[in-house]
Nanobody, 124 residues
Framework: QVQLVESGGGLVQAGGSLLLSCAAS????????MGWFRQTPGKEREFVAA????????YYADSVKGRFTISKDNAKNTLYLQMNSLKREDTAVYYC?????????????????WGQGTQVTVSS
């Protein structure tokens, strides 16, 4: 069983950058596709980015394409989300998630495991 712990959130000015990390415990991390989602109060959790188990393919929401980069280091059991050119609308709690499947990676229901979330706040 893989457990996920996010870190790296915080307060940043618009236009700035943050690097989120998701540390995974368990020996089977490399077998999982991974994703980042975000959620604001009163709204559903929304897809941000995903990466297949071997890192060959990545997927992004249109709202973050060109600004965010997802990566996965299987040797370190860590998932990353590099966020650049941050906007106020990126403010949310960010969650990492792990999926045994290889399709439907933009859907919340595809994922089997979730972290506890890390707050990202972008100020103007």
């Amino acid at each position: 069983q893989v457990q996920l712990v996010e870190s790296g959130g915080g307060l940043v000015q618009a236009g700035g950058s943050l690097l989120l990390s998701c540390a995974a415990s368990g020996r089977t991390f490399s077998r999982y596709a991974m994703g980042w989602f975000r959620q604001t109060p009163g709204k559903e959790r929304e897809f941000v980015a995903a990466i297949v188990w071997n890192g060959v393919s990545t997927y992004y929401a249109d709202s973050v394409k060109g600004r965010f980069t997802i990566s996965k280091d299987n040797a370190k059991n860590t998932l990353y989300l590099q966020m650049n050119s941050l906007k106020r609308e990126d403010t949310a709690v960010y969650y990492c998630a792990a999926a045994r499947g290889v399709t439907g990676l933009s859907a919340v229901g595809t994922y089997d495991l979730w972290g506890q979330g890390t707050q990202v706040t972008v100020s103007s």
